[in-house]
């Protein structure tokens, strides 16, 4: 059976529909996943990835330029930053994403709009936002942002229901 080595930080909730999709797609095309989380160990990870032997890598996140990968096929997730080695890469599709939510929550006709993440020093949440203004603007809604970086979250909900209550409704 052909392994596939996921290098992400998987103690995350968050990741929790990926990682389901990335393992039933793998058993799809017969392949187990191996989990690696870099930040768990010392270990360099040419070591780990000779013992596991896989025959694929994906790596998710901005440890990939840290990962000597060999002459392994790598497919990138997400990376904001892209090594020179890839050879592979899925971005998101910020505009779909967006255009999705946007025509769900304009079904009720609001008034005004928030743009919240708990990501703001992202990429993706920073492509995010710019799309959704766009679509808001196109509309002749008005959009508030409340975000804060990675791992300050409680800023955020400090920030969010003053906001929240300034604007008119529905938001």
Known sequence: ???????????????AGKIAGLIAAAQAQSCRVQYFN?????????????????????VEG??????????????????????RHCRHSVRLDSDTVVRL?????????????????????????QLREKAFRQLCKGIGIDVQSVTCPHGHIRKLWKRLPDVLRSLPRPI
Do not use: Y
């Open 38 to 58: 870099p930040q768990e160990t010392k270990i360099p990870f040419g070591k780990i990835r000779d013992f596991i032997r896989p025959d694929g890598i994906i």
């Open 62 to 83: 901005v440890s990939a330029g840290r990962l000597d990968t060999g002459n392994l096929p790598v497919v990138f997730l997400d990376a904001n930053v892209i090594s």
């Open 1 to 15: 059976m052909r392994t596939i080595l996921l290098v992400t930080k998987t103690d995350s909730f968050r990741k």
């Open 101 to 125: 939510a946007f025509d769900e929550l304009t079904a009720v006709r609001p008034a005004s709009a928030v743009f919240v993440s708990a990501f703001g020093d992202s990429l993706w949440s």
